[in-house]
């Protein structure tokens, strides 16, 4: 980790985890520096080793605010995240057992992807939510905290549960280091999420231009006060789309789950299996948290929280390897660490500079079973597109201590 500091140009100090700037893109050093700057950011800035350039704040920032919150550094994908669960079944027989559709995996495959919707589909029918009934009994007509624009979107959220999405979502089949069968699905709050997060940008920045604390609007980081009814808005509306990114994951979780008890017992004779350490974490949040000694709020953007014992999740590339990490609890980093191996070049560049051939073959080199049903832009997941994920790990080693190694076998993507 090294601090950058230059006090003509920042207010707070960055403290990056990477071994120098070189490592950085110019526009991440930027979006970096004007977080430095907001008036109202606490003690310094946090940039994971996973970090690269996003929308107004770096993917894999943390920030730390006093009074307010930032729509924009928590994102659209409010809530995005990687659930895991490992089971005692062993992982070989995904490659050994066949099946009338080929080996079992390649079968399991074609389940997850009849029974679980990817890329921009949504259920049939809308699926059961008593986080949203629940939600739906407390609209009232106040229109600040229940804007009709959102409203109408609670209704949509029923079938959009237990679905994928696209982009870097992903379920996979994976390996771990005894030769047992981990299951771990990455996905977010979908539209719902995307559509708060505008929603609410949009009204920061409105009511920014009439703010004592002016913000420059170039920087995209538009800001409500937490205990203006606006800002209390947007985290009622934030902590329902983490409940519900989170129910979205565990509802996918145990859909897979079901498919692989199924097919294990029905083709390798295997009735019954035990499953342990299940994880579901967050990477995409705002949280009201105790740092230094001051209640302030973090926004984690592609950052895990890793206090001392926290499990968490770091996947790897496809076709790569992924751990579950403990967090040592450093307070240099407001308790966070990498939510990935991030990636090292954008999706149109990985587009342009890889063939979908050439990724196909990759992953057919590395064994891995792909269920994909729009394959023209896998290359946006290759893994040349993304760092590697043990140089990551070695970045973060005073942030948390790998406990377990898994390999990707098969992976659905959107």
């Not at 739906?136 to 106040?142: A, K, L, S, V, Y």
């Not at 450093?330 to 990498?338: D, H, Q």
């Amino acid at each position: 980790m090294f601090v950058l500091f230059d006090q003509k140009k920042q207010r707070i100090p960055i403290k990056i985890w990477l071994k120098g700037l070189e490592e950085l893109e110019t526009e991440c050093i930027q979006q970096a520096t004007n977080l430095a700057n907001l008036p109202f950011a606490f003690r310094h800035v946090a940039l994971m080793p996973d970090t690269h350039s996003g929308y107004g704040m770096p993917i894999g920032g943390v920030l730390a605010s006093r009074e307010v919150v930032i729509p924009n550094a928590v994102g659209v994908d409010i809530g995005c995240g990687v659930a895991f669960i490992r089971t005692d079944l062993p992982s070989s027989l995904l490659r050994k057992v066949n099946t009338p559709s080929g080996e079992l995996g390649r079968l399991i495959v074609g389940q997850i992807m009849r029974s679980i919707p990817t890329g921009f589909q949504h259920q049939k029918t809308a699926q059961k939510s008593i986080l949203l009934d629940k939600f739906r009994e407390e609209i009232t007509g106040d229109h600040i905290l229940y804007p009709r624009e959102l409203v109408k979107e609670v209704a949509n959220g029923y079938r959009q549960l237990g679905t994928l999405g696209g982009g870097n979502h992903f379920i996979e089949l994976q390996e771990d280091e005894e030769g047992r069968l981990g299951i771990m699905v990455h996905s977010g709050s979908r539209n719902f999420g995307y559509k708060i997060c505008r929603y609410f940008n949009q009204l920061a920045k409105e009511k920014n231009r009439s703010s004592d604390l002016q913000v420059p609007p170039e920087y995209d980081l538009a800001y409500l006060f937490e205990k203006s009814k606006e800002g209390q808005a947007y985290i009622r509306w934030m902590k329902l789309a983490l409940d519900f990114a989170r129910d979205n994951r565990q509802l996918m979780l145990e859909r897979v789950v079901e498919i692989v008890a199924d097919t294990y017992a029905h083709y390798a004779r295997i009735p019954s299996f035990t499953t342990k350490m299940e994880v579901n974490a967050h990477h995409n949040y705002a949280a009201l948290e105790e740092h230094f000694g001051e209640e302030v709020w973090i926004h984690r953007k592609g950052a895990i929280r890793a206090g001392k014992g926290e499990l968490g999740i770091i996947p790897g590339a496809m076709g790569s390897f992924s751990y579950i990490v403990e967090g040592r609890g450093n307070p240099e980093s407001f308790l966070s660490c990498s939510h990935g191996a991030g990636r090292k070049m954008g999706r149109n560049e990985a587009l342009r500079r890889f063939t979908t051939e050439e990724v196909l073959t990759d992953l057919k080199a590395r064994d891995v079973v792909l269920g994909k049903r729009k394959k023209s832009d896998v290359a946006e997941e290759f893994i040349k597109a993304y760092k590697d994920i043990q140089e990551v790990l070695a970045e973060q080693e005073d942030l948390v201590r790998p406990i377990l190694r898994l390999q990707t076998v098969c992976v659905v993507k959107g």
